[in-house]
């Protein structure tokens, strides 16, 4: 990874929620590097701000104090309307509850994100690499839940960002499933030069990524690194 | 079609059935302002022809006798372009197979039809031959009610002699779109005749040779700002032939009661529909704040791949636009309809040679536009929420809701008291404040538009109660043509039949005050008089002051004086001197701007022997009494019109019957629409909020009716309480109403009987449980199960 630049750059970054009249500190200046071309796993606690660290990243929230860069410009100055030019072009979303549009079918919910991106793929394409090309007009209640999620991978990769985001993407599936998920990611990962990040609370899957980001009480505890990642296929459950 | 768009469709056909509600609300707003409006342009648009094609005169001069020539002068006057002179009088006419005689106008028209001021159409028959002198043609609709056609004779007193006339044809003029007998304000087409009789016939028959007592003319075009003071120039170079009134067109009969008709219809037309249109946006809002709810995840996800606000935001403005675009264009075709049912109504009261409901694009496109607008209007709240939503914030499941404790749990003995299901839906209301308070508006609004019914109903029975039992108490007025002595009072005193009589002298004059005029009259009555009670605006009594003037408020109020005041009385009549008349009280007066004072006292101050002008009395009702009665009467010299009181009332409230009754049907309908399109809505939207909770309810094992009854009783409580406050704001606007109605010839009192309360309260609580049939389908239909693993 040495070799790779690095992508997004997040210094000294600090997330207050106000709950009430509690003001609760989640993110307590995190600093990490994401580099091109990686596949980041985020690991830590429930509560300790996986989350909350992934949705800096990915450009839904902004941080309370600290700066996060994206390729040498700071995102983390953006507006409402700079940031959602960031996300249409740079950053692909796959959510633990899918989130799909109930009633859109999936050619039509990968369609949501193909029609405002600058060069996208055609949906029925992305749907193919998810291995969903038999089920293009099925809608999501007809789709089991690994379906579902391979159909909001399709949704995000469909504009080929540069960035993916995965939150718990397999933490609804079971093993089968989750199998050919983690396949999907890899793949995307290593064929198309997406730089992968992903929460996950699966030990397992260590042994998949480039480095894992370990996060304990809003600050990276450690990051550790794995010079030889393994196929999802071969991951030792 | 874009994936965003075909959601939208996908998101409407899911709620189809809560848009179409709202649509309805919105079509209800839009159907009565195209319809109103339609009928109101197409009003203005056959008077338009009919006053052009018939030349109908700018101002109209009423005189004693006047020589042919010196009125032809007055074509000199600036800003006159022609001038036309006439003879008209005011008959009885004997009809076979009625008691009664019937008073009748008449009205020269040149022996040989020429296009003159005020021209008639001939309907049925033709205009005046050359062969008999005595040939008369009839207003249509007198002559449709009394059975008259071409052909057949009839016999009249005209200036005191009996004579035989031959009806040639029937016909309809400009100048009496609408007519009523003097001093009646209905009508009543067969109780008061017009008819037209030749020049020549008229100047025999009534001593008129070169002589009119009356004049019509036109004014040139830029003249026409100045019609007042041309008709005080004609009136004073007049005055030495007896003017008894100038008015301008404005101030004419028929055409001043179109142009109020009219004014009104545009008035109600942008006034009643707000009241939709409101509740429609507000009940939307609803909608949309719950669709935004229901789909944060949805749209946090959008905005997570990149989707801006202005995307979202036109995204749910369509969906709204939708139920907008649909309203509208229902609201135009009801609005089409509604106009055709109004105009139609119209061609009962006013005569147009042709009067038909047209489609008027540009009406239908304001509808349109307005509709959207409303509609927009309704998403703002939910926009907003959209807007506010961070995607991070949005995605994350919805924070349950503040759950703390209602105000009403502080009522220890009140709360305590309610059954659990009660309870839970107190809180429900009170804790969703918005939603609770526009269903109540909503109910408000509903019920205000049912009180606006019934009041409509409840004030016209007022008003015919109050003029016909309370004011005039007397069966028959005799009025004369000229002011006779007292003794002709007494001779109808004497009359058979008769079994009380009270005199009356009418004095045509001009008030004045400073710089405010009106014309009118002052009626002297009878003090401690049985057959004439004026009243005060409270409806009590007010007894008669031995000197001084009883004036009614509106006609203070117009001359800017106050009791106790002066108030200068310039005759019209006779010697014209200004008698200084002191006004003693105010009074209400339902028809005209009535000023009594004492028979007596008038007549002293006029300072001559006591005279009189109408005779009011009290009739036996045996019939034996009232035909000799009858017969006296047509003989009677001198007698102008004869009107019948009980016949008005009659007339009055056969009117009633016929336009009122279904005026508050189509209102009561159109509050069901309002009632029904927000409780469904409403409901609509507590369910899809409630799945779960109703779910446990049901595994709970809750039968679906005790499900559904949450529903009602939570419809119950906003509508009764909505209800409880439209009675006195519907009261408030049926005030507002009947004071837009006021003219110088009538006012409305405000009224609504208690029992007219209980009835838009019952028609209320029918209409909740009316739309619980559809609220328990609903319910029927839901998954519960699924409901109960649903992840919000």
Known sequence: ?237 | MGALDRKLLRDIGQSWHMLLAISAIIAAGIGCFVGMMSAAQNLEYARSNYYSSCRLADFWIDLKKAPVQEVKRLTAVRGISEIQERIQFRVLLDLPGTEKPIGTMVISLPDEAESIINNIIIRTGTYFTHGRANEVIIAEKFAHARNIKPGDSISAILNNQRKELIVVGTAISAEFVYMVSPGSMIDDPGTYGLMYIKQSFAEDTFGFHGACNSVVGLLAPEAQQEVESIVNTLSDRLESYGVFMGVPRSEQFSPMVLDAEMTQLKNIAFIFPSFFLVVAALVLNVLMVRLAEQQRTVIGTLKAIGYGNKALMFHFLKFAATAGFAGGILGCFLGYWLGAAITKMYMEYFTFPQLSNIFYPLLSLAGMFVSIVFSMLGTLKGVRHIMQMEPAEAMREAAPQVGGAVFLEKIHLFWQNLDAQWQMILRGLLRNKGRTAVAVFSAVMGSSIVVLAFGAVDSMDEMIHLQFERVLRSDYHLTFQNEMSHAAFDEIRRLPGIVHAEPVVILPCTFQVGNHSKRGAIMGITGNGELTCPLDENGDAVSLPATGLLMTDRLMERLGISAGDFVDVLPVKGERSIHKLPVVQGISSMLGLVVYADYNWLNAVLGREKVVSEVRVLAAHSAAGKRAFMERVRAMPGLETLTDLGEQKQALNRQMDRAMRSSVLIMILFAAVIFFGAILNGTMVAISERRREMATFRTMGYFENEVARLFLRENLVTNVIGTLIGLPIGYWILTLTMQAFVTDAYSFPAKLKPVSYVYTMACAVLFVFMSQVIVRRTLRKQNWVEALSLKE
């Open chain 1, 1 to 237: 990874m040495s070799t790779s630049h690095v992508l997004m750059k997040l210094e000294n970054v600090h997330r207050t929620f106000q709950v009430g009249e509690v003001a609760v500190h989640v993110l307590r200046g995190v600093d990490l590097d994401v580099y091109a071309g990686e596949l980041l796993l985020i690991q830590g606690e429930s509560g300790s701000g996986k989350t909350t660290l992934m949705n800096m990243i990915g450009g839904i929230d902004q941080p309370s104090q600290g700066t996060i860069s994206f390729e040498g410009e700071e995102i983390s100055k953006f507006g409402d309307r700079r940031l959602t030019q960031f996300r249409r072009d740079q950053v692909g979303f796959v959510f633990q509850f899918y989130n799909l549009v109930p009633t859109l079918s999936a050619l039509e919910n990968v369609a949501t994100a193909t029609e405002i991106a600058e060069n996208p793929m055609d949906p029925a394409e992305a749907l193919d690499l998810v291995g969903l090309s038999e089920r293009l007009n099925h809608f999501p209640s007809q789709l089991s839940g690994g379906e579902q999620q391979r159909v909001a991978m399709a949704r995000a990769i469909a504009k080929r960002p540069k960035l993916m985001l995965c939150d718990e993407p397999t933490g609804s599936l079971d093993r089968e499933n989750t199998t050919k998920i983690l396949e999907l990611l890899q793949k995307i990962n290593q064929e198309t030069d997406t730089t992968v990040v992903m929460i996950t609370h699966a030990q397992t899957m260590r042994q998949m990524a480039n480095r894992i980001a370990i996060i304990g009480d809003g600050v990276i505890d450690r990051v550790i690194l794995n010079e030889n990642p393994v196929p999802a296929r071969e991951l030792v459950w």
